[in-house]
C-alpha cells in the first residue's frame, strides 16, 4: 500500500472516531497549550511549511501556507488525542496542564 492510500485510511479512522466521540470535549485550553510547542520550518516540498509537536509522537503536518499548516495540525491534535484515549494511552502534560487519561467529565 502507499504510504498517500495509508494517509487517507488513517484520515478515514480518524474521522469516524470523531463521530463516535462528538458529544466528547477535548480540552480547550490544552489544545491551545499543545499549538504554542508547534515547531515550524521550511522543508523542500510543494507544501513546504512544516509542523510538529515534539511531545505528542506522530503529530505532524504540512501545507502550502502557515495558516493551511497551523489548521491542519490542530486537526491531526485532535484526532491524536481521541485515538490515543480510545487506545488507553495516557496524554502528556504541558507547563500547568496536568496529563490525562479521560474526556469524560472535561469542558
Known amino acids: 500500500m502507499t504510504e498517500r492510500g495509508y494517509f487517507y485510511i488513517f484520515n478515514d479512522r480518524i474521522d469516524r472516531l470523531k463521530t463516535q466521540f462528538a458529544r466528547t470535549f477535548i480540552p480547550v485550553d490544552y489544545l491551545k497549550a499543545a499549538m504554542r510547542r508547534v515547531k515550524y520550518e521550511m522543508i523542500d516540498d510543494p507544501h513546504p511549511f512544516y509542523g510538529?509537536?515534539?511531545?505528542?509522537?506522530?503529530?505532524?503536518?504540512?501545507?502550502?501556507?502557515?495558516?493551511?499548516?497551523?489548521?491542519?495540525?490542530?486537526?491531526?491534535?485532535?484526532?491524536?488525542?481521541?485515538?490515543?484515549?480510545?487506545?488507553?494511552?495516557?496524554?502528556?502534560?504541558?507547563?500547568?496542564?496536568?496529563?490525562?487519561?479521560?474526556?469524560?467529565?472535561?469542558?
Do not use: M
Open 52 to 107: 510538529e509537536i515534539p511531545e505528542l509522537p506522530g503529530v505532524w503536518a504540512n501545507a502550502a501556507t502557515l495558516e493551511a499548516c497551523r489548521d491542519e495540525l490542530e486537526e491531526v491534535v485532535e484526532g491524536w488525542i481521541i485515538l490515543s484515549l480510545q487506545r488507553g494511552y495516557t496524554i502528556p502534560a504541558f507547563n500547568n496542564h496536568r496529563s490525562f487519561n479521560s474526556l469524560k467529565g472535561k469542558q
